[in-house]
């Protein structure tokens, strides 16, 4: 092996070290930046933006929602979204999650405008279900409805928005918080508003508290609960007590579709049954139930279509 040769060879050699080595720095830093951005709770994946709009809520807070349109004539009926426990965006990558892309996916065939409602990230949050329930920042009972009821009047101030035909939906947290922000005695509600939500429905809210703190309870208007038999995170006996209650005081119908074997977060598109801890260490079931996710989505069309033709 000549000079020549023995020299090339250590060329290549170091060049590959050097490949190797620029390979690795920009390895670490895309690693640190994804990093940085899972622990940025104002980090909001670039896929979003255009459809991110500020609402100012009830509480004078500015929240943000996920703006989308379906493609037809104007004014729309609309839906907004309320999103559980634990946000409404994935937690590393700042991407809406599968269970609200389903639904907003639903409702725009429908040909219903959709806004989906943010009401953690600029309060400084990604999740709460970790908090224990006596010490959580953002309530359902609290400020929650205010968010809803600013969006509401976001929503009606806008052309391509039938004004008369908004709906309120919520899963989980936002479940609950739905079933407060129709409350006949709601202190959110706005007195200036020109029409209240049409309809509302909710899947799978926990009820223990509500019927605590609001004995008397009746809805405004009409809401239509979806529950799981196999739910004990947030257990549909309260809340089918809750609406026996307050239809037989009076107000506004409320009713309940109950599915058999279904637990939390049965309607998700692809969620693996498990169990996971949850705040004060509870261990609880959750994931996709097929049958019952495909006649929700049956009920849930149905009765969105009732609303907005009555």
Same mark, same amino acid.
């Given at each position: ?12 050699? @170091? ?16 690693? @640190? ?36 349109? /379906? ?5 729309? /009926? ?25 639904? *907003? ?30 010490? *959580? ?34 899963? @989980? ?64 006996? /309260? ?31 692809? @969620? ?39």
């Amino acid at each position: 092996m000549n000079s020549e040769t023995i020299r090339k060879m250590s060329f290549e050699r @170091s060049a590959r070290i050097k490949r190797a080595f620029i390979i690795l720095i920009f390895a670490a830093t895309l690693t @640190s930046f994804i990093q940085a951005c899972a622990n940025n709770v104002d980090y909001i994946d670039k896929s979003l933006l255009p459809y991110r709009v500020a609402i100012k809520s009830g509480d004078d807070t500015v929240i943000s929602g996920y703006l989308y349109r /379906p493609e037809r004539a104007d004014p729309a /009926p609309a839906v907004l979204m309320l999103h559980g426990c634990s946000g409404m965006l994935t937690r590393k990558y700042r991407r809406l999650k599968s269970r609200e892309k389903a639904w *907003r996916e639903i409702f725009l065939a429908e040909g219903y405008v959709v806004l989906l409602l943010d009401s953690f990230t600029t309060r400084g949050y990604k999740t709460i279900c970790n908090i224990s329930l006596s010490k *959580r920042p953002i309530e359902a009972h609290r400020e929650r409805p205010h968010d809803a009821y600013g969006a509401l009047r976001w929503l009606q101030t806008h052309s391509f928005v039938d004004p008369e035909k908004i709906a309120l939906g919520g899963w @989980s947290n936002g479940a609950m918080t739905m079933l407060w922000t129709v409350y006949s005695n709601a202190p959110q509600r706005l007195e200036t508003l020109p029409h209240d939500f049409r309809v509302a429905f909710g899947f799978y809210p926990g009820c223990i508290t509500l019927r605590k703190k609001a004995k008397n309870y009746t809805a405004a208007i009409p809401t239509l609960l979806q529950l799981g038999t196999d739910d004990n995170w947030t257990w549909p006996k /309260p809340c089918q007590s809750l609406v026996e209650e307050a239809n037989a005081r009076g107000g506004a119908t409320m009713t309940v579709d109950l599915y058999e074997g279904a637990a939390h977060s049965f309607d998700h598109p692809g @969620s693996k049954r498990r169990t996971i801890a949850v705040s004060n260490n509870r261990r609880v079931r959750l994931g996709t139930h097929r049958k019952a996710r495909k006649q929700a989505i049956d009920q849930i069309r149905a009765y969105l279509k009732r609303g907005f033709s009555n």
